[in-house]
């Protein structure tokens, strides 16, 4: 794998790595919006004749019962539902510290807060069929349980009619009594918009493709999304004291993904840098996925040596990762200079693949630089907040020509009104 030391190969990286986040073409777009439509106009007739095309020509229903989850579930292997069950437990505590509640105060005779409420129907979307992600079901619906979402909707695709155990299983486990057999754009649609069968959601979360993707980014405004989420990516700070054999494992977790992955290590040491290069080659002829991975660190894979970690750090920050593994000797005095990154992992024991599945934190994180202003998915994002304000007449008073002032400035003579009538009020009152 290529050392990067110049400036301007680095340059030229840095410009191929924003790439990767370019949006959908027309053609992903004009197809997501004629399935947009037809799910609006057909409701459900367009979700099954969507789902017949893309996933089971024999579908016949979109819910899947529950003795169907019953039964799949039960195919899974005890002991990794047992690995699941630990896993949820430690994702539900740490969101558990997330929870938020209402507040107000009195400034003397005004009252001023904020209601915090749990939204009322959020679906989430769960990749499914072969490439299935159980985990995805535990880091989407704990959250929304924990804020207090009465109704959960899951929609899974099921290719051929197949539905994954273990994704069974995971929904089993936490409770969900609503689940689809419907994927793509259509399952996007069908939560947004709502049909006959499927009604409509105030917030959609979860992964998918380009389709999936795409049809979230369409009909935001209609519901709330979580985010638009591209491909994984990590990014691996580490000085000499880093073991080689950690740094390439954890860049090859992410490259194996998909051929657009991005796995990065930069660090301030050219022994470190020639280590972690000579190991690479010996990994990932190991891995099944072999393939992929070398597609991905070959396009958008680089080993970096920086003049300082103070100087890696500010790349770093530049780039903000999805993913930031900081192997160095003290990884916790890194912290505060970090601004931009989605989830932190101090340490050579702390990997990536903890965070993915049992550690607690959500594995739903910003990806292509959007952790500069956005955060992972908690319990927050299944909140609304409504403000509150009271105020006696005399607190009324107090504020009122700052208030008909501001009103006047901008020309909103009908705002200015409402102060001068109750003004008007007051005064009469005053003098019989």
Known sequence: MKIIKKPGELSAFLKKLQTRNAVAGSSVISAVESILVDVRNDGDKAVLKYTRRFDDRKASKLRVSASEVTRGARKADPKIVKAFEISARRIRKFHEMQKEQSWSFTEGDTILGQAIRPLKRIGAYIPGGKAAYPSTVLMNVIPAQVAGVEEIALCVPAPEGYLNPYVMAAIEMLGVKEV???????AVAAMAYGTKSIRKVDKIVGPGNIYVATAKKLVFGVVDIDMVAGPSEILILADS????????ADMLSQAEHDELASAILITDSLMLAEAVSKEIGIQVDQLKRKKIARASLDNYGAIIVAGSIREAVDLSNEIAPEHLEIMTNKPIDIVPLIENAGAIFLGPWSPEALGDYSAGPNHTLPTGGTARY??????????????ILGFTSEGFLRLSAVVETVADIEGLEAHGNTIRVRRETLAKRKRS
Not at 241 to 248: I, L, N, R
């Open 180 to 186: 689809y057999r419907i994927g793509g754009a259509q």
């Open 374 to 387: 956005s955060s992972p998915l908690g319990v927050y994002d299944f909140y609304k907040r409504s403000s």
């Open 241 to 248: 004291s880093a073991p080689a054999s950690f740094v390439t």
